[in-house]
Structure formats: structure tokens, C-alpha cells
């Protein structure tokens, strides 16, 4: 990674890192009916954005998602937008975000892919992130004509895919790949990624072959966050595991959640129980359950047990409380070695002042955020709009 990559928002001072989940997709991580739910416009998004970057919060990072969950009154992220093309614009539009892409590699063609992934990169100026997973859900690879590995197969070609894309960026000249699953001739590409070497790698994955992938090959390793009294160990066990595999540098770990934050605990909860229990799409709930159960990703038991984390934000780590409440979580979670959350919100552009005016500043107190300005917005203005 090059120095100038480096002084990018992902590799800034704060202890614990602030990034927005799934923004891309109607309702977010909210598998809810509130009329407020997130409604995930190209204009809800270019504010998204925008707010954030003037909040101080370090990325934005998109679920690439192309089939919706079948509810009945409401279909969650049936509605989306196209990850590279999205932030594309949204890197042009910013000027200090972090703005990841989320690439199935068995969907998208190498040569195509690190083409497109160098224009964002030179659009943001070097703030672009890959995002780069090996997909689970049959009925989205069915609309592609494309069949789904084996799961630890799928891992196999991505590691593949993921060879000719980084090729692609770094060599001087024509060259031929001949693998397991690409035999490629004459492969070129120009212009370079911005700074010269890569664009920041993100993955995830929660088995043994995922996490494998992830800890050879990625810069920003996302984990599947359930026991917080177990997460320093897990980690532990994640960065060594990577050195094992031969990593000299320290991989940074995030992982994903969902977030409501209110003025008193008791608002927060009565919030989450209003939309995650009595207004939950619990037709859509039922297909996650069904789909992830058939791609092995979460047995159909577990995700019975956890309906109401999969309502609440599609079974991601929730964090439900008054400021203190959240900034002393993300002091806990930090602490256990964490380095930052990516986020879901309910309405993200309803909630973000909100958060920005209030836990933010704790976090700040706790020594897990730099002090900085809020912009050109005054916390009693951010406070006064907030929650309306």
C-alpha cells in the first residue's frame, strides 16, 4: 500500500472507524414497514454522503444486491443501486469519504472489473475501496444464467479472479493467464490505479475458507460480530492467522451492525421494538431465512432463534440506546481490538445528525475519535433537525 493511499480517511487517526452499510439498497438493513424507512433514491444518497463526509465519518459501504426478499407489503432491497457506478458518483461528488464497491466476483468478468474499479479509483482521487465477494444467494446468481459453487470452490475462484484483476493493475505489459478457471491472452490495462499500486481490499466471510481468503488478500477484513465477550480472542486468532499466511502488515478488522440511538435508552428501545417486532417485514424475514439457509450461510435454526436481529437489521450486531450507551459500546468493542463498524440506520438521512451531534463527541471523550469540527452546521442545529 502506497504512502499516498495511506493518507486516506480508512487510514486516519480515530481508534474506532464510522462507516455507513448498505445505503445502495431501499431500506437499508431494515427488514421493516415504517413509513419512514430508508428510501435509497440517487439523491437520498448523494446527501447521505455528503452529510457524512461533513459528520467526519470515514466510508460508505454498499451491499451489491440484485434480487429483493419477497415480502408482502413491502419488498426489502428490492429497489438498489449498481455499487461501482454508484460510488462513482459519489466519489465525484465528495472529497474525503471513503467509498467502497462491492464486486461478485463470479458475476463480473476480471478484465471488465479492474477497468472499472481504476475509473473509480481516479474519479476519487485514490478513496475507492473493492469490496470483493464470492456470493451465496442462488436465486441472484439463477438471474445470471450462472451456477453456484461449492462453497469453499467459490473461494478457490475468487482467489483466481482476484490474481488477474490485481495483474491487471500492476504489470507493464501484455500477458497471458492460464488457471483452474481463466485461460486469458494478450490481457492489458491502462491507465494504473490512482496512486500506482491497488485500491484498498475488503472482504468477509465467516468460514473457514472465507476468512482464509480474507486474511491472505484483504487490507480491511469484515467479521460476523456475535459475542462481544469473546471478540478480543477471535480477533487474536484472526491477526495471527493472517501472519501465518504470510502478512507482514496488520490487517485491519471491522465489523457490520445496525444502530439506533435515541436521547434515553428507553426511546431507543421502544424505537426498535416498533419497527423490528410490530412493524417488521416478516415476509421478507422468511425468505432471508429460506435463501441463506440454502446458500449455507446461516442455518435455518439460528436464524429462527434470531428473527428479530434479522428484522432489526439483517441479523448484523445491534446496538440499541441513548449516546452514552453507544459510544461506551464502541469504547468496549474498540478495546477488544475492533477497528470500526460499518452501520445501518433505520433513515439514515433522518439520524445521522443526530448521532454525528451526539455520540460522536462522546466518542471523542472516550479517546476513540479524534476532536474535530462538525462542519458548517452547529451542533444546536444538528440536534434541533434531528429525529423530526
Known amino acids: 500500500m502506497s504512502t499516498a493511499r495511506r493518507q486516506t480517511t480508512m487510514y486516519n487517526a480515530n481508534k474506532f472507524k464510522l462507516g455507513l452499510f448498505a445505503p445502495n439498497c431501499s431500506n437499508g438493513l431494515a427488514m ?28 460508505i459501504l454498499p451491499i451489491a444486491r440484485w434480487h429483493g426478499y419477497d415480502g408482502a407489503e413491502v419488498t426489502t432491497q428490492e429497489s438498489t443501486l449498481e455499487t461501482i457506478t454508484w460510488a462513482t458518483g459519489l466519489l465525484a461528488s465528495t472529497s474525503r469519504l471513503s467509498i467502497f464497491g462491492t464486486v461478485h466476483s463470479p458475476l463480473i468478468n476480471p478484465v471488465f472489473a479492474a477497468k472499472q474499479v481504476v475509473t473509480a479509483d481516479h474519479v476519487g482521487r485514490g478513496r475507492f475501496g473493492l469490496n470483493v465477494v464470492s456470493g451465496w444467494n442462488k436465486t441472484e446468481f439463477k438471474m445470471f444464467g450462472v451456477g453456484l459453487r461449492e462453497h469453499d470452490q467459490r473461494y478457490e475462484y475468487t482467489t483466481e479472479w ?87 502488515d496488520r490487517v485491519g478488522v471491522f465489523s457490520s451492525g445496525h444502530i439506533v440511538c435515541r436521547s434515553t435508552q428507553k426511546e431507543a428501545e421502544d424505537y426498535y421494538e416498533y419497527y423490528a417486532v410490530e412493524k417488521a417485514d416478516f415476509h421478507s424475514v422468511e ?17 429462527a432463534y434470531n428473527k428479530r436481529l434479522l428484522a432489526g437489521g439483517i441479523g448484523t450486531f445491534g446496538i440499541v440506546g441513548s449516546p452514552d450507551f ?28 443526530f448521532f454525528a451531534a451526539e455520540v460522536l463527541p462522546r466518542m471523542e471523550r472516550l479517546g476513540i475519535r479524534q476532536p474535530m469540527g462538525r462542519g458548517s452546521q452547529s451542533a444546536e442545529r444538528q440536534k434541533a433537525a434531528a429525529l423530526q
Open 326 to 353: 453507544v459510544a461506551e459500546k464502541f469504547r468496549k468493542l474498540s478495546d477488544a481490538g475492533l477497528d470500526g463498524m460499518a452501520f445501518g440506520l433505520v433513515n439514515y438521512l433522518n439520524e445521522v445528525p
Open 32 to 59: 421493516t414497514t415504517v413509513p419512514e424507512r430508508w428510501v435509497s433514491s440517487w439523491e437520498n444518497n448523494l446527501a447521505l454522503a455528503q452529510m457524512a463526509e461533513e459528520a467526519g465519518l470515514e466510508f
Open 162 to 248: 482476484l490474481e488477474v484483476v490485481k495483474r491487471i493493475w500492476s504489470s507493464t505489459g501484455p500477458f497471458d493467464y492460464n488457471g483452474r478457471f481463466f485461460q486469458l491472452e494478450g490481457v492489458v490495462g491502462y491507465p494504473k490505479p490512482f496512486f500506482g499500486d491497488r485500491p484498498l481490499l475488503m472482504s468477509a466471510g465467516s468460514s473457514p475458507a472465507g476468512r482464509a481468503f480474507a486474511a491472505k488478500h484483504a487490507d480491511c477484513l469484515f467479521m460476523h460480530l456475535v459475542d462481544e465477550d469473546t471478540l478480543g480472542n477471535e480477533i487474536a486468532v484472526l491477526r495471527a492467522y493472517a501472519r501465518e499466511m504470510g502478512r507482514q
Open 287 to 303: 425468505t432471508l431465512m429460506k435463501t441463506r439457509a440454502e446458500g449455507r450461510s446461516l442455518s435455518p435454526g439460528k436464524a
